[in-house]
Nanobody, 125 residues
């Protein structure tokens, strides 16, 4: 059974940076598409970024393009989300999710089977 654990969240001032990590255990990361999602209070969960099985393709929500970067290190079974130039509207619980043999670069939550417990990101002065 695949398990995902997010870390790296916290409180940061507007304009600051954070790097989230998604550590995967239970099975090898090699065959999974990984996505990052976020959910703010009172809002639906939305896709932020994803990376393909081989790591050759990535996708980003328009709201984070140019500010966030997703990467994966299969040797460490970890996926990262580097978040720069953070804004108050980036405040949310951030989740990573996985899809076995997931083709494409979907940002839709229903296209993922395994989820982590989430990590809080708060952007505030």
């Amino acid at each position: 059974q695949l398990q995902l654990v997010e870390s790296g969240g916290g409180l940061v001032q507007p304009g600051g940076s954070l790097r989230l990590s998604c550590a995967v255990s239970g099975l090898t990361l090699d065959y999974y598409r990984i996505g990052w999602f976020r959910q703010a209070p009172g809002k639906e969960r939305e896709g932020v970024s994803c990376i393909s099985v081989g790591g050759g393709r990535t996708n980003y929500a328009d709201s984070v393009k140019g500010r966030f970067t997703i990467s994966r290190d299969n040797a460490k079974n970890t996926v990262y989300l580097q978040m720069n130039s953070l804004k108050p509207e980036d405040t949310a619980v951030y989740y990573c999710a996985a899809k076995l043999y997931g083709g494409g670069i979907s940002l839709l939550p229903h296209n993922y089977d395994y989820w982590g417990q989430g990590t809080q990101v708060t952007v505030s002065s």
